[in-house]
């Protein structure tokens, strides 16, 4: 008998690891397949909303901790972009890992008041948070340019091409890093907090330091995405705080399926394309695009990837009882 | 002073004017068993609960082994070797029954105590296989019936490697074989000088098991003694068997 819960050539046989292996190779190819600089922006812009929603399942779909401010971290990782860059002349590449390292620092700084806090009282706080966050460029607009926001950033790469993929491979490495621990014994103990908190402690799990680590690293792909937008459009301003955007990442996770990390990633490219080629449709957009959520929301409560990848088949060996 | 067991002294909770517990004292020496009977609303549970960490005691002291356990978290607690089950089971309901298990085989308790070299999932193998459970490790907890569930509560504290064991009602929803098994298993435990605080409303099972019975009522410890002091003694029989009743009449419930 198999004691090991997961080993690398079992995970490649199962339907989330396969499907996302053929999906990047695909989009490996895309920039060869076509030369539309329109469909390869659409799709940079896709690569940063799977990076924002995968980071924000780690935490909040896998341990159930609803956070409706993940904006904060983005922001932090953007502005932090942009002062590095502006005023200390730090190269991008390397104000990816540094922002990182800042949303991080959010995080725990969140993380330790917010944890406390249960169900709805948690989403209320850290949306407060990043709605202060956002205020606050308004105020001190003297340094954070206000409304208008910092401009004159550094271009990251030397053209569009280059975005696209670098924008794909962050995402290749966050989704790999975070499916890693979705599936690791850390994975395991944010599912038990979410299914049953007392149960997990009970279990002997200081479920507080494991919520306050998935803080840390949601945080830091958050602000890791939030400086490549920067640089991406050489600017950072309140947009990248606004709770619109932070409501936007809670429903591609929604849509793709909470805690499965795939789901979202699939859900970033599903709803950014449909939501600019629906552009074509004019002032009808808005409904045709709410009206989908709407029905998959009523009709695929757990994700439309969840339902997806739980119908494909798991290759080699025999079946075990499968589990999302 | 002992530094041995675990002793409470005078622990008072109440809840927002209602007096769930009130002076409750006794100790309990390792390796022994104790069970605990009372009314629905004596605070049994309560006492668990803030033996375990998962309330705070608004009064007295609890020391375990010469430590004061009075303001630990329910995750130290089980650190310190204390683990517990729950009356009404608490599964992880997407697990299977092998990753609710591995859970708590994951705590610093059970990576700390364990053998060298062995894996957590061996131990949780290991605990599923003293409880029966392991032809089943593989299924959604959401399939089970009660009586395995009652077994995966006390496999995921038996995967914490604990010495001391708070058993809330287990024998509940069991049926006769499994009640069977499960004092078979409590039996071995106490061979292996596990300590044990059993709440149980089954009182044959329950007197079979332990030596010694602290009753509570009102929050309050009503006896403590053997179970045919228990039986005999006359408040105990007011209190919670009722009136007319005799103590060998309800013992089959």
Redesign the interface.
């Given at each position: 008998?198999k004691?090991?819960?997961h080993t690398w050539r079992t995970l490649i046989s199962r339907p989330p690891f396969y499907v996302m292996a053929i999906f990047f190779l695909f989009m490996l190819l895309v920039p060869v397949m076509t030369n539309d600089l329109y469909l390869i922006g659409v799709l940079v812009l896709a690569n940063v909303y799977a990076i924002f929603a995968s980071s924000w399942d780690i935490l909040s779909g896998y341990s159930g901790k609803e956070n409706f401010g993940h904006t904060l971290f983005i922001g932090a990782g953007a502005y932090g972009a942009a002062y590095l860059n502006l005023y200390l002349g730090v190269p991008p590449m390397l104000n990816l890992v540094l922002c990182g390292l800042i949303g991080a620092v959010f995080g725990i700084l969140i993380g330790i008041p917010c944890l406390p806090l249960v169900g709805p009282y948690l989403a209320l706080a850290t949306m407060a948070a990043a709605s202060i966050a956002e205020r606050l460029t308004m105020i001190f607009s003297k340094y954070t340019g206000g409304e208008e926001g910092l401009y004159g950033l550094e271009p990251i790469t030397a053209g569009p091409v280059g975005d696209y993929y670098l924008s794909l491979i962050l995402v290749i490495i966050t989704t790999v890093i975070l499916m890693a621990i979705g599936y690791s014994?850390q994975g395991?103990?944010l599912?038990?907090i979410k299914?049953?908190e007392?149960?997990?402690?009970?279990?002997?799990?200081?479920?507080t330091r494991y919520k306050l680590v998935a803080f840390a690293i949601s945080a830091f792909f958050a602000g890791m995405g939030g400086a490549f937008y920067a640089h991406y459009q050489m600017y950072t301003g309140p947009s990248s705080l606004s709770i619109i955007m932070a409501i936007t990442i809670i429903i591609i996770c929604m849509i793709g399926g909470m805690g499965t990390i795939v789901g979202p990633v699939l859900a970033a490219y599903m709803l950014t394309v449909s939501n600019e080629f629906l552009r074509s449709i004019g002032d009808f957009r808005l409904l045709v695009y709410t009206g989908l959520l709407v029905v998959i929301v009523l009709f695929l409560p757990r994700g439309v990837f969840t339902v997806i990848l739980e119908r494909l088949p798991r290759f080699g060996q025999n079946r075990?009882?499968s589990?999302? | 002073m002992t530094k041995d067991g675990l002793e409470i002294r005078a622990v008072t909770k109440t809840f927002e004017g209602l007096t769930a517990l009130s002076d409750v004292s006794f100790s309990l020496e390792d390796g022994k068993i104790m069970g605990i009977i009372g009314p629905n609303g004596a605070g049994k549970t309560t006492l668990f609960n803030v033996i375990s960490g998962f309330l705070r005691a608004d009064q007295g002291q609890m020391v375990y082994h010469g430590k004061d356990i009075s303001s630990l978290k329910p995750h130290q607690v089980v650190d310190l070797g204390m683990a517990r089950t729950f009356q009404i089971v608490r599964p992880f309901k997407s697990m299977t029954v092998f990753e609710n298990t591995i859970v708590a085989a994951l705590s610093p308790r059970s990576r700390r105590s364990r053998p060298k070299g062995v894996k957590s999932d061996e131990t949780a193998m290991n605990v599923l296989e003293r409880v029966a459970l392991d032809h089943k490790k593989d299924e959604s907890v959401a399939s089970l019936p009660m009586g395995d569930l009652r077994r995966l509560e006390i496999a995921r504290a038996l995967a914490t490697y604990p010495q001391f064991i708070l058993l809330d009602e287990p024998f509940s929803g069991l049926s006769l074989k499994e009640m069977d098994a499960l004092a078979g298993l409590i039996r071995n435990l106490l061979d292996e000088k596990c300590t044990i605080l059993i709440i149980e409303h089954k009182l044959k099972i329950l007197m079979s098991l332990a030596p010694r019975i602290l009753v509570l009522d009102y929050g309050k410890v009503l006896a403590d003694g053997t179970p045919a002091e228990i039986a005999d003694n006359e408040s105990v029989i007011r209190a919670y068997l009722g009136r007319r009743g005799h103590a060998g009449v309800d013992t089959t419930n």
């Open positions: 008998m004691l090991v819960t014994k395991l103990i599912r038990s299914e049953d007392t149960a997990s402690e009970a279990a002997g799990i200081n479920t075990e009882a589990k999302p | -």
